[in-house]
């Protein structure tokens, strides 16, 4: 699908769009990154690896402060309006929404450095990997989806969040009768729900990326599953 911006008298303007979209992919990419790592350094007690997305951190919340640099000075100077303005602040909320995913992923690297101290591997590894697996793809299908301004891809990758975060309640709930049975586990076990539940948490803001593909695209705000504003406005 395509979009078509207003082309601007100034072509500075149209740059300055261009450009902090490009910012916010390249910040995606970075994240998207940071999570696999993340993820990898859990699963092969990779303590090394994890010290680096800790690392990495810091250069994501500087992506998302200069971001927000950047939209301000648009607006200030260019007064955006209609689908311009769109662009520019589903930007900043979609910035905002990576900046939290690698919140996320540093707080897994950490579990990671936990466990592999703890020198075993707990119960739950196969429920991370299954769970992490289908966060990135709803992470990079959202990302995707923006970047070709697809809301039926959004919408499809939107649902996803669904079924992960049902499969993070099955997986809770066996994790959790697996500490009944065996209390020994249960300081290990606690590192693995942590990491889970920053898994769903990710979800949560891929899921959100997508809305404001919707929210570009057509101009209805359908967060807080309100679909019926996109009904709405193709009605």
Known sequence: ??????????????????????????????????????????????????????????????????????????????????????????????????????????????????????????????EIRHLANAVRKMLNDALDAYTRFDVESALRTLAEDEQVDMDYRTAVRELVTYMMEDPRSISRVINVLWTLRSLERIGDHAKNICEQVVYLVEGADIRHGHERNLNLRKS
């Open 1 to 126: 699908m395509e979009m078509h911006f207003d082309q601007h008298i100034s072509r500075q303007f149209n740059e300055d769009l261009e450009g902090i979209k490009t910012e916010m992919l390249e910040m995606g990419g970075m994240v998207a990154r940071q999570v696999a790592d993340a993820v990898d350094a859990l699963s092969n007690a990779d303590s090394q690896l994890a010290e680096e997305v800790l690392r990495v951190e810091e250069e994501i919340d500087k992506c998302e402060m200069a971001l927000d640099e950047h939209a301000t000075l648009i607006i200030a100077k260019r007064q955006p309006a209609a689908s311009d303005l769109r662009m520019v602040m589903s930007v900043t909320r979609i910035a905002r929404d990576l900046e939290r995913i690698g919140d996320e992923a540093s707080k897994i690297a950490k579990m990671a450095i936990a466990l592999t101290d703890e020198g075993t591997s707990p119960r739950g590894y196969t």
